[in-house]
């Protein structure tokens, strides 16, 4: 056991100082063979040689290594760099598409505006006040639609209502900061017409299907014997209790005489697109006290 103790014990102490001695045995071999490559440089030409002929693979082996690296890190750079700048592209592409469809919008609103205050001029002998359409039926059609004024603005219930070139209903129900408006292509709404080129009467009768259809409503009561033909205007007659006197309602067509051979009855196409309203015109003042001011 002591022999084999012993032999460890050595082993050990010759392990821990060979490094010791290869690096000083290293280094003086180094300045041999840089003392003979200096002072004799024949002697070691073919060792020069024949480590050229394993260095100079290896050097050219880094060497492709080393620029195959630095072609992908250039590569990857540039992908890097091209991701960045197409992100950057797609934001302002983003920010250029919401500027058109603001400007789109700031023109279209202004469109409407525009409409709106013809329509004003062309109604001058009514104080009218602006509106904008809140909410509407599931349909898709504004047949009965709410409008964000209300009492609190002046609103009453059987005010007229106007868009576009002409009528487009009454407010039927009032709250504090909006209203309910049912417009002329309602099944439930009847208004007294008068054709304005001979002033002969008719009744105006909203029909939704059919204006979703073909894009028209009922006209009936057409005297016999008026003389009238497609396109002429209708207007809101005289004799209509809560409809002011001449707002136009839409253009006459297909007209024939009915089944009872007394009176006529018509198609009329609105002067309003009840597909497309956003604001709307409220004449301020019902029909009674603007006749009954007239008449002061």
């Known amino acids: ?10 082993e050990k102490k010759a392990i821990s100082i060979l490094p010791k001695h290869v690096l000083f045995l290293l280094g003086f071999l180094s300045i041999v063979i ?24 290896m050097q050219k082996g880094i060497n492709y290594v080393g620029r195959s690296i630095a072609e992908r890190i250039s590569v990857l750079e540039d992908i890097e760099s091209l991701q960045a700048e197409n992100k950057e592209l797609k934001e302002q592409l983003e920010q250029l598409q919401y500027q058109t469809q603001m400007m789109m919008l ?6 409407g505006l525009r409409e709106l205050y013809e329509l004003d ?45 002409g009528l487009v209903g009454i407010v039927t129900d009032v709250r504090k900061n909006s209203a309910t408006v049912r417009s002329v292509i309602d099944d439930n709404s009847k208004v007294s017409g008068m054709f304005l080129k001979t002033s002969d009467t008719c009744i105006v009768s909203g029909d939704l299907s059919s204006v979703m259809s073909d894009g028209l409503i009922k006209v009936s009561m057409i005297p016999l014997n008026a003389d009238v033909k497609d396109g002429d205007e209708v207007i809101t007659s005289h004799i209509s209790d809560k409809f002011q006197q001449g707002i136009l309602i839409g253009y006459i067509k297909d007209i024939e005489v009915d089944s009872s051979n007394m009176t006529k009855t018509a198609y009329l196409t609105p002067a309003v697109d009840f597909e497309h309203l956003e604001e709307v015109l409220i004449i301020t003042q019902l029909k009674e006290s603007y006749e009954l001011g007239n008449q002061d």
């Open 1 to 10: 056991m002591s022999r084999r103790r012993r032999r460890r014990r050595t």
């Open 106 to 111: 700031d023109r279209y609103e202004l469109g």
């Open 34 to 57: 840089m003392f003979v490559s200096y002072r004799f440089p024949s002697i070691l030409a073919p060792v020069r040689d024949a480590l050229g002929m394993v260095v100079v693979p």
């Open 121 to 165: 001029q062309k109604y001058t002998e009514y104080p009218k006040v602006a509106a904008r359409i809140i909410a509407r039926e599931s349909n898709g059609w504004y047949s009965v639609f709410t409008i964000d004024k209300g009492y609190e603005d002046g609103i009453a219930k059987d005010m007229n209502v106007m868009a576009g070139n």
